[in-house]
């Protein structure tokens, strides 16, 4: 099975957004800066998880433990 199998459509999604494209076989074309790009947007996307969690609860503690998450998350891959 290869990658473009696996990846499911939000990354493929993402990958669009940053300006990957492709071939009519799927194989992918990314300069350096895209791939950046595409990464960054996945971070992004793992950290509105978080933020998704948080929106979803009334309790403030779990409030505080998914805003740590998120900017765990962020800081962790240099994404501000």
């Known amino acids: 099975m290869g990658l473009n199998n696996m990846m499911n459509e939000r990354i493929k999604?993402?990958?669009?957004?940053?300006?990957?494209?492709w071939d009519d076989k799927y194989h992918w074309y990314v300069g350096s800066e895209t791939m950046k790009k595409i990464a960054e947007l996945i971070v992004r996307?793992?950290?509105g998880v978080c933020d998704d969690l948080r929106d979803s609860t009334d309790y403030e503690f779990e409030k505080d433990m998914a805003d740590n998450c998120a900017q765990s998350i962020m800081k962790r891959f240099g994404v501000e």
């Open 13 to 21: 999604e993402l990958a669009k957004q940053a300006g990957a494209g």
């Open 45 to 47: 996307e793992c950290a």
